[in-house]
């Protein structure tokens, strides 16, 4: 019993001092005393499966991480993963089309913990002709795509602060996850290099900017474009808890006229291609 309870104390304190809370702090937010939470840390009081979750939801664990806390607790694992069109998230699924569609002409995708493309509306083919045929092999990563020198970084016209604002976003997910794949990408990522050997540790100056635009050259025209974040509110399922969906928006009245014109425009046998329908 004392090496259940200590392994189940390691994972609390880790994630405790990954939120940056004190004891104190993360007693009164799970509305247990100190001295019972200190003695769950260091394997001198087992905790009950209801503990675990109580705690898990005041550090805002992962649901995946969850499982592995309750495992060592000697519980069975809450939370199913199952796959995108696994019948239980049909339900689900239909959601994330619908809003992919109604998103057209306009770019959306569904990305998963790991940032594969696992859903999209086929949007704008046309910024897609100059990338690499193995970047758009299945999986595709959208980070991968967006940074790569053989993907669309040579048709981003800011891809420093783009890059910047990546890396940032990437940086917080991995804060909040601890997910060593995510770690693994950051260092691939940043072996890529940005154009004028941008730091990716600055980001863009929120005194001078709202949002930071996606600027990136197309048949029509520079288009920029700012975006947006779906994700589901309190999932019970990995799956659904690791998933967000990415809109992006018009940042100007010459991009809503040159995506209606490249949209109207028929689209090539490559582009046909493009359809990034997830995951092996």
Not at 55 to 64: G, Y
Not at 162 to 186: M, T
Not at 241 to 255: C, G, I, K, N
Request: glycine content about 4%; charged content about 20%.
């Amino acid at each position: 019993m004392s090496e259940v309870t200590s392994l189940v104390g390691d994972h609390i304190r880790l994630w405790r001092q990954r939120r940056r809370l004190s004891q104190l702090e993360l007693a009164l937010e799970a509305e247990i005393s100190t001295r019972h939470l200190s003695f769950v840390e260091t394997g001198r009081a087992a905790p009950s499966r209801g503990m675990i979750l109580t705690l898990s939801e005041a550090l805002k664990i992962p649901l995946r991480e969850q499982n592995v806390i309750l495992m060592a607790g000697g519980f069975a694992p809450m939370f199913p993963e199952r796959p995108l069109d696994a019948p239980e998230l049909s339900s689900a699924r239909a959601a994330i089309d619908i809003v992919l569609q109604s998103h057209l002409p306009y770019p959306a995708f569904a990305v998963d913990r790991r940032w594969r493309i696992v859903a999209s509306n086929r949007a704008l083919p046309q910024i897609y002709e100059a990338v690499a045929p193995e970047i758009l092999r299945p999986p595709v990563n959208a980070l991968r795509l967006s940074l790569h020198p053989n993907g669309m970084a040579p048709c981003i016209l800011n891809l420093d602060e783009w890059r910047a604002h990546i890396f940032a976003r990437l940086r917080e997910q991995i804060a909040v996850s601890a997910d060593p794949s995510l770690s693994e990408l950051y260092a691939e990522l940043r072996l890529y290099g940005g154009r004028h050997g941008h730091d990716p540790m600055i980001g863009t100056d929120p005194r001078t900017s709202t949002v930071v635009p996606f600027r990136v050259t197309s048949p029509a025209g520079p288009l920029a474009f700012f975006t947006t974040t779906m994700v589901f509110g309190t999932p019970l399922d990995i799956t659904l808890s690791e998933l967000a969906v990415e809109f992006f928006f018009p940042a100007d009245p010459e991009t809503i006229a040159r995506v209606a014109s490249l949209a109207n425009q028929t689209i090539t046998a490559k582009s046909e291609l493009m359809t990034f329908d997830v995951i092996d």
